[in-house]
């Protein structure tokens, strides 16, 4: 047992760890922050994208020396079928800016440089060292943490959980229930090494410039879940994920389907002969608002995936995961100051914050999509084959005429899905969307 | 009693890629690593402490960020740390580095304690030499015990201890006397895992640092590349074979088939390699 | 601690990179190898260092000299002839009650009043254990460069032996040389290099030097020497056939299925780096880079991928035959017969089909 009291302690060391550590030891606090991978990120997986503005609001000036891979210039949005895909893409020159908004990472690097920053600002990380358990005191009031390392018994006012989406600790210690499987995505994603010129050629980039590429469609075999591949400096991130429930239901390996995404014809010439490094796997928490577990209660707090804040829409979790650590932070700093205990009351005033930032504003407006997402899996199935195939009809030149073409294609449609089941998905995700 | 134990922190070279045109390393994101070798080492210096008393101390000459492995050692239960970092040191060979070595380690004893061991590991996964703990020895004069097994006995009144040393085709039982040298062999021990205390100490502890002065070197045409007799000329990636392999057809064969098929394309190759099984399962 | 006894040749300029040859090297000629032999028993090393040894001195133009070192006039007699067959042009013998057994601080001596009496220019060394541990000290008493584990030697244009080594792991080669000191020492694990044929008859010169060293002037004494044949280690790197497993066996009871095969072809089995670390077997049968490296005539490697690290270690094999379940594994890149199939299975069928065949005809013959 350590003799030595801790204002806080802050399990793992991913981004909301380390935005809720650094806040904290930036006001004074004194912070033992436990990490159980060999070093901060090594444990960690992510596409990866960081989203500047939630690092800014804690480091103005990371972008001097974070290892940041490319800033992303171009987005590919495709719906892919099994020869082809309808893109969307966007790509503008203001995207080379000053201070890019976006950028590609790669986390075992990424989690690295936080982490100095986090002790540079006076925690104390211990790495290889898990949490097993809250310890409590005869109130229920949770007290500390017990480590998996002999004398592993450590003492703080508050417990910041931020232990990413298996929150094992939180359930455990029976603060949370288990995870959903049809509210929890699982990815699997490679890391394909080529040179650097390679892939500015391939994609068209100058210097530091990155494009990423977001796909869905066949290429999930008809789950819910979306593939990507992100360019980094010398390396292409290629991965897809799909929700838990689906691939138990499909009996399917979320191995296979990556292998068959990269084998798809449209992506398969990005990878051609890239050196395969790294494959790892790793869940998404997917549910969204509604499968938001208990965020707080005496002498504990959670932040990050371990809270469900991920946005699946639009691919956002590292920075709900920075925002949610660093208001954590703040709550706790605040109490601090006001020499108020860490009650389960005391503490709402997290969940007020939140309720303030895009944080709960986005998840609250999407509260429906997963959902939606779950039970229509046409999105993922027909439609995409529906518009590859429209795609194909409107720009082959084979003699019909362009007003027969278009009956072919809503023709298609209309069989595909019922005029009414068509209308019916419109408004359903028009709903979901609100 | 006082014991050095050496480590270096090397590049995690199941990581390491090669550019596939310059053939270049590419070392982005390649992680660092304590060299495995090293913890056997550390661990029995450890081991003799625990049982005779006296201090651990860890050596290691590298970048400052060789510092990350030097902490790890003192979660495991070292009792001191030492940075040996210059930019002198740089391109040293594996003589460059037990001139340096050698005169750290001596000045580590004035400062410390004279040691009456030294450790090193067996190699590095990285120059994988075997060359830099010999050295040392030899410069500082300490009887060299290489590819130990095991240490069978150490009597401190009369400085003399027994070891059980990998030699070709036996072990060797050696006793020599104090201070000794010893390169440890891989799988005699398992590195322990720290308590959270050391792990606490570790990460507040200060890491001694010296530059090539602090640790009292003076020739430094012997250090870093100046000091290496060996230079390397080109770097290359090894050549391709020049045919694949003769795919014996699969068609729809059972395992038997084509076990029975596979046998006659060897016999087929080598018919004297036919002609030895005969005569050894005729049992000649 | 103090200063060992001051090292050998005081270095002038200690600029590895100065390109003239410092006049007191100019006399180094010849190129030597250190012939190891435990218990009157000369390492198949020594021999094909000896053959390495030739196509260096030839190129050169000098004499190809062998270091016998040894307690027994007869046993050491027996060393110098097989060098002679096996290519050296004379012997530098020591021969003294104190190198019955090997020990660093003795051969060390030895060694070093050699090099210093007759100055070789080139020192070739077996990367044993033996051949490693002296190596390390008398290149640092002789304050000489030193390249271990080779995989290849030659002479470059400026007359320079260029020692070509695996570095970063394996995944590349590096070639050093050793410009402006001497000797220029270099070692070579077992098999690394081909044995070379033995000339019956040939013989040469002889040159007989003292220890200078008494028994009670050596602290290390040995207790005594426990020989693998009582244990039964590995004997992989000379076996004539050796069959291998790899991860694709899938578990530790799976290694049965190569332990067969290789008892009915009366071979011996080892197998890749990672059932090492897995304890699926013991260190002495890894095979490769920092394995040991084979050269049968025939090598099996059952659910092996052929990283680069496990090639160096069989490319010498007369004949690979590589099982894989991936028609795309590296191994097929270097293996000379492929069967793409579940090792699992084909294994116990390959050793059923083998052992029919082999007692089908021994009641035949
Ligand atoms: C394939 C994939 C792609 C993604 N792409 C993006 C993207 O492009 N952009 C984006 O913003 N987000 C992305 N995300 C989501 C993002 O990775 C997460 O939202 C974010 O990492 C959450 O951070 P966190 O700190 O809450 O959890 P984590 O990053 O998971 O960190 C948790 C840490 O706690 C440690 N830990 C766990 N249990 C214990 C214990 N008991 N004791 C001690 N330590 C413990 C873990 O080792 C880990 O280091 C992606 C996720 C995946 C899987
Ligand atoms: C510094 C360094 C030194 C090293 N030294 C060595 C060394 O000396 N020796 C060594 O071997 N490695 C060494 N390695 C490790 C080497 O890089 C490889 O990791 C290792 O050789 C891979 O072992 P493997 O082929 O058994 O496993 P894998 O690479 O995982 O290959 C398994 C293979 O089995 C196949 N397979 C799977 N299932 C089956 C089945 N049912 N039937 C048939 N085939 C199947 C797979 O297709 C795959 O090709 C070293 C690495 C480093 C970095
Ligand atoms: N730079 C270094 N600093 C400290 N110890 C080292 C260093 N290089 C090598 N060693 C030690 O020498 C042993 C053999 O190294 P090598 O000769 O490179 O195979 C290693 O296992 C280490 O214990």
Redesign the pocket.
């Known amino acids: 047992m350590i003799e030595e009291r801790f204002d806080a302690i802050v399990i793992g060391a991913g981004p909301s760890g380390n935005a809720a550590a650094y806040t904290m030891a930036k006001n004074g606090l004194k912070v033992l922050q436990l990490e159980r991978g060999e070093y901060p990120g090594s444990k960690n997986v992510q596409g990866a994208i960081l989203y500047a503005n939630a690092l800014e609001k804690l480091i103005p000036d990371f972008r001097e020396d974070a290892p940041l891979e490319r800033h992303i210039i171009e987005q590919r949005l495709w719906t892919m079928d099994d020869t082809s895909y309808v893109g969307m893409h966007y790509r503008s020159e203001d995207f080379n800016e000053e201070r890019p908004n976006r950028y590609t990472i790669i986390r075992a690097q990424f989690d690295k440089w936080f982490s100095r920053k986090v002790r540079e600002a006076g925690v104390l990380l211990l790495c290889e060292t898990t949490v097993k358990e809250l310890l409590r005191d005869s109130h229920g009031k949770v007290m500390g943490v017990k480590t998996d390392r002999d004398g592993g018994m450590v003492f703080a006012d508050i417990v910041v959980m931020a232990e990413g989406v298996n929150g094992l600790v939180g359930q455990r210690s029976g603060l949370r229930s288990e995870l959903k499987p049809e509210s929890v995505a699982l990815a699997v994603k490679e890391m394909h090494f080529l040179p650097r010129e390679t892939i500015e050629s391939r994609f068209n980039l100058k210097g530091n410039e990155g494009t990423v590429i977001e796909a869905m469609g066949t290429i999930t075999a008809g789950m819910t879940g979306t593939g990507f591949l992100y360019t980094n400096q010398e390396s292409i991130s290629v991965g897809i994920g799909c929700l838990v429930s689906d691939f138990a239901e499909r009996g399917m390996t979320p191995y296979g389907l990556l292998e068959a995404f990269k084998n798809h014809p449209s992506i398969k010439p990005m990878l051609a002969n890239s050196e395969c490094k790294e494959y790892a796997a790793h869940l998404i928490p997917e549910g969204g608002y509604k499968s938001i577990p208990e965020l707080f209660g005496d002498g504990w707090i959670v932040v990050g995936d371990a809270g469900q804040f991920v946005n699946a829409v639009h691919r956002e979790g590292s920075n709900l995961a920075m925002t949610t650590g660093r208001i954590a932070g703040e709550t706790i700093v605040w109490l601090k100051r006001r020499r108020d205990e860490f009650s389960k009351a005391n503490l709402m005033e997290y969940k007020r914050r939140l309720e303030a930032t895009f944080v709960m504003k986005d998840l609250k407006k999407y509260k429906k999509i997963p959902e939606f997402l779950h039970n229509n899996k046409q999105v993922f199935g027909l439609y995409p084959k529906l518009f590859n195939a429209a795609a194909q009809t409107w720009f082959r030149v084979d003699g019909a005429d362009k007003r027969t073409k278009e009956k072919e294609i809503l023709q298609s449609f209309r069989k595909g899905r019922s005029l009414p089941g068509l209308i019916g998905d419109a408004f359903k995700l028009a709903r979901a969307w609100r | 009693m006082h014991i050095i134990v050496c480590i270096k922190q090397v590049p995690d ?2 990581q ?1 890629r090669v550019h596939p045109v310059t053939n270049t390393i590419m070392r982005q994101g390649v992680p660092t690593i304590i060299n495995p070798y090293d913890l056997f080492a550390l661990e029995e210096a450890m081991r003799w402490r625990d049982k005779l008393g006296g201090e651990v101390t860890v050596l290691t000459m590298g970048p400052p960020m060789a510092e990350e492995s030097l902490r790890k050692t003192l979660t495991y239960g070292a009792d001191r740390a030492v940075l040996l970092t210059d930019r002198c040191f740089a391109g040293a060979d594996t003589l460059a580095t037990s001139y340096a070595l050698a005169h750290t380690l001596r000045k580590v004893a004035q400062e410390f304690g004279e040691p009456q061991m030294v450790f090193t590991g067996k190699q590095t ?1 990285d120059g ?1 030499t075997a060359q830099v703990g010999p050295g040392i020895a030899k410069r500082l004069g300490l009887n060299q015990l290489t590819y130990v097994a095991k240490i069978s006995e150490l009597d401190i009144p009369t400085g003399r201890i027994t070891v059980e040393r990998r030699a070709e085709g036996g072990v060797q039982v050696l006793s020599t006397r104090l201070p000794v040298l010893i390169t440890m062999l891989e799988g005699t021990n398992e590195i322990r895992r720290g308590s959270l205390e050391n792990a606490l100490r570790a990460v507040r502890a200060q890491i001694i640092t010296w530059s090539a002065a602090d640790a009292g070197i003076k020739d430094l045409t012997q250090c870093g590349l100046r000091g290496s007799p060996t230079i390397v000329k080109k770097v290359f990636a090894p050549p391709p074979r020049a045919k694949k392999a003769y795919q014996i057809p699969i068609e729809d064969l059972s395992a038997d088939g084509l076990a029975e098929n596979v046998m006659a394309e060897i016999f087929k190759r080598k018919p004297a390699l036919e002609d030895d099984l005969m005569r050894f399962a005729a049992g000649e | 601690m103090t200063e060992a006894a001051k090292p050998a040749p005081a270095q002038t300029n200690r600029a590895g990179t100065k390109k003239e040859l410092p006049e007191h090297f100019k006399a180094y000629k010849h190129v030597w190898v250190v012939v190891e032999s435990e218990h009157g028993q000369v390492h198949p090393v020594s021999f094909e260092l000896l053959g390495e040894g030739r196509k260096l001195a030839d190129k050169r133009g000098v004499e190809l000299a062998a270091v016998v070192l040894g307690s027994d006039k007869e046993a050491n007699a027996a060393a110098a002839i097989a060098s002679f067959e096996y290519g050296a042009d004379l012997i530098y013998m020591v021969t003294d009650t104190a190198l019955t057994h090997y020990r660093n601080e003795v051969y060390t001596k030895a060694m070093t009043d050699l090099v210093k009496t007759y100055k070789p220019e080139i020192l070739l060394l077996g990367a044993t254990t033996l051949g490693r541990d002296l190596a390390g000290s008398v290149a640092t008493t002789l304050l000489t460069g030193l390249t271990a584990d080779c995989t290849a030697l030659a002479i470059d244009d400026e007359g320079s032996l260029a020692a070509t080594r695996p570095t970063f ?2 995944s590349l080669l590096c070639t050093i040389l050793t410009l402006n000191y001497r000797p220029q020492m270099a070692t070579v694990r077992p098999r690394v290099m081909e044995m070379p044929a033995r000339q019956e008859g040939r013989r040469g010169r002889v040159v007989e030097h003292p220890l200078g060293l008494v028994e009670d002037d050596i602290v290390t004494k040995i207790v005594r020497f426990i020989a693998d044949r009582d244990s039964n280690k590995a004997q992989l790197a000379y076996a004539d056939i050796v069959v291998a ?6 578990s530790a009871e799976n290694f049965q299925l190569i332990r067969s095969l290789a008892e009915v072809l009366g071979a011996e089995h080892g ?5 090492v670390q897995k304890g699926w077997m013991t260190s002495d049968r ?6 040991k490296t084979i050269r049968p005539k025939l090598y099996i490697a ?9 090639r160096v ?1 069989v490319e010498g094999a007369d004949m690979i035959v590589a ?4 028609p795309n ?1 590296p ?1 097929f890149d270097f293996a000379h017969v492929g069967v793409v ?4 299975e ?1 294994l116990p069928a390959l050793t059923e089909a083998f052992r029919k065949h082999l007692s089908v005809n021994r009641l035949a013959g």
């Open positions: 070279s199941a390491i996964i994988d | 792991g394996g497993g790899g991860l694709g066996l899938r197998g890749s780096r990672p059932l890894q095979i490769g880079q920092t394995g059952a659910g092996i991928s052929g990283a680069i690290q496990h270690g099982i894989n379940i991936d594994a191994i199939a579940d090792a699992i084909l």
